[in-house]
């Protein structure tokens, strides 16, 4: 069983920056990969980045590139999306997912554990 908790979340001005972080409870954390999600009201659940076990590769959905990096600690069990340059279309709950390595990191029903989500607003 794998519990994620995120935070970090709140409101910032667009330009502004947010750093979340996910700590994860479980012994082989290095064992998954690790994503962030984010889901605005009455839309769909959306990839946001991704990283392997080892913080090797990382992925990035085209919205995002140059503004947002993933990153991971192992050592810590906590895995962190720097986001910068926000603005108000970022607005969304973010949620850190765990999935096994060598499934698609993209897909998200792959993922086999959630965190509970963390809101994240960006005001004009």
């Known amino acids: 069983q794998v519990q994620l908790v995120e935070s970090g979340g709140g409101l910032v001005q667009a330009g502004g920056s947010l750093r979340l972080s996910c700590v994860a409870s479980v012994r082989t954390f290095s064992g998954f990969s690790m994503g962030w999600f984010r889901q605005a009201p009455g839309k769909e659940r959306e990839f946001v980045a991704a990283?392997?076990?080892?913080?090797?590769?990382?992925y990035y959905t085209d919205s995002v590139k140059g503004r947002f990096t993933i990153s991971r600690d192992n050592a810590k069990n906590t895995v962190s999306l720097q986001m910068n340059s926000l603005k108000p279309e970022d607005t969304s709950v973010y949620y850190c997912?765990?999935?096994?390595?060598?499934?698609?990191?993209?897909?998200?029903?792959?993922?086999?554990?959630w965190g509970q989500g963390t809101q994240v607003t960006v005001s004009s």
């Open positions: 990283i392997t076990w080892s913080g090797g590769v990382t």
């Open positions: 997912a765990a999935v096994r390595p060598f499934s698609s990191v993209w897909d998200t029903s792959m993922y086999e554990y």
